[in-house]
């Protein structure tokens, strides 16, 4: 900080205006007289204003300096590292997840990891990181758009149709498809099983069908389901009776048609 010229300036022409002028005086008095100016002002300072002048100029710039020395050569990258291409120092490749650079000419067939006279490792693989978090499920995609139709299913089949009772074939009407001499079993009330050995186990269970009139026995109406029990060890289909509100016959019905299929 320096003392504000101009309050200065004002100490000192007051030191001189208050004192009568003298020009007799020798330059020893004149220098003792500017002597307690001095100190009268010295002791003023404190109660001067300091104040902080202002920036000066920038100056101008200054010469350049000397050129550095070269610094040394950089790596040449060569991308992948190729079996029998000539490399020369300081090329860089890259093999099995790392970077090595030349520092020996070579034209070898031998991966850089094991040509340590030649091939230097510049930076290899870091390790896998841990697995990151689940993401969220995603947005249900659209609804893809319909694939193209199928064959056409075979219609065509062979029939198999006889009147028969609960214990036995009363009368084979159509057989289209050699099912000869069945035998007709009641396993249960309400079930009847017909049997064929060496029949069922030699056609695709999944290309039969059976087909059942309504029946009657004394006037009261049966319908008859398929279950196909024991179909591949047994040789056996089983026709379930059941009456009309769906319980199971207590009584064998008598004289029903039956109409197996098998599908082409």
């Given at each position: 900080?320096?003392?504000?010229?101009?309050?200065?300036?004002?100490?000192?022409?007051?030191?001189?205006?208050?004192?009568?002028?003298?020009?007799?005086?020798?330059?020893?008095?004149?220098?003792?007289?500017?002597?307690?100016?001095?100190?009268?002002t010295t002791e003023q300072i404190d109660a001067?204003?300091?104040?902080?002048?202002?920036?000066?100029?920038?100056?101008?710039?200054?010469?350049?300096?000397?050129?550095?020395?070269?610094?040394?050569?950089g790596l040449e990258w060569q991308g992948s590292?190729?079996?029998?291409?000539?490399?020369?120092?300081?090329?860089?490749?890259?093999?099995?997840?790392?970077?090595?650079?030349?520092?020996?000419?070579?034209?070898?067939?031998?991966?850089?990891?094991?040509?340590?006279?030649?091939?230097?490792?510049?930076?290899?693989?870091?390790?896998?990181?841990?697995?990151?978090?689940?993401?969220?499920?995603?947005?249900?995609?659209?609804?893809?758009?319909?694939?193209?139709?199928?064959?056409?299913?075979?219609?065509?089949?062979?029939?198999?149709?006889?009147?028969?009772?609960?214990?036995?074939?009363?009368?084979?009407?159509?057989?289209?498809?050699?099912?000869?001499?069945?035998?007709?079993?009641?396993?249960?009330?309400?079930?009847?099983?017909?049997?064929?050995?060496?029949?069922?186990?030699?056609?695709?269970?999944?290309?039969?069908?059976?087909?059942?009139?309504?029946?009657?026995?004394?006037?009261?109406?049966?319908?008859?389901?398929?279950?196909?029990?024991?179909?591949?060890?047994?040789?056996?289909?089983?026709?379930?009776?059941?009456?009309?509100?769906?319980?199971?016959?207590?009584?064998?019905?008598?004289?029903?048609?039956?109409?197996?299929?098998?599908?082409?």
């Open positions: 900080m320096a003392i504000n010229p101009t309050t200065l300036k004002a100490l000192i022409d007051a030191q001189i205006t208050n004192e009568t002028v003298d020009f007799s005086i020798t330059p020893t008095e004149v220098g003792s007289r500017m002597k307690d100016t001095i100190d009268y001067l204003e300091l104040v902080e002048g202002p920036q000066g100029p920038q100056g101008v710039q200054g010469p350049a300096g000397p050129l550095g020395p070269v610094g040394p050569a590292w190729v079996s029998g291409t000539s490399y020369v120092a300081d090329d860089a490749v890259g093999y099995d997840g790392a970077s090595w650079f030349c520092i020996l000419a070579t034209s070898g067939t031998t991966a850089p990891n094991l040509a340590t006279t030649n091939w230097a490792l510049l930076a290899s693989q870091g390790a896998q990181g841990p697995q990151g978090v689940q993401g969220p499920t995603g947005a249900q995609g659209s609804v893809g758009p319909a694939g193209p139709q199928g064959p056409a299913g075979s219609s065509t089949y062979s029939t198999w149709r006889a009147v028969i009772n609960y214990d036995s074939v009363v009368n084979v009407l159509v057989n289209e498809i050699g099912f000869t001499s069945p035998t007709i079993t009641n396993p249960s009330n309400g079930k009847i099983r017909i049997t064929k050995t060496g029949f069922f186990t030699s056609i695709d269970e999944n290309k039969l069908d059976l087909i059942t009139a309504t029946v009657n026995n004394l006037g009261t109406p049966y319908v008859c389901t398929l279950e196909k029990y024991g179909f591949a060890p047994n040789n056996s289909l089983d026709l379930n009776i059941f009456d009309m509100t769906g319980v199971q016959s207590t009584t064998p019905p008598c004289n029903f048609t039956v109409e197996i299929r098998i599908y082409n």
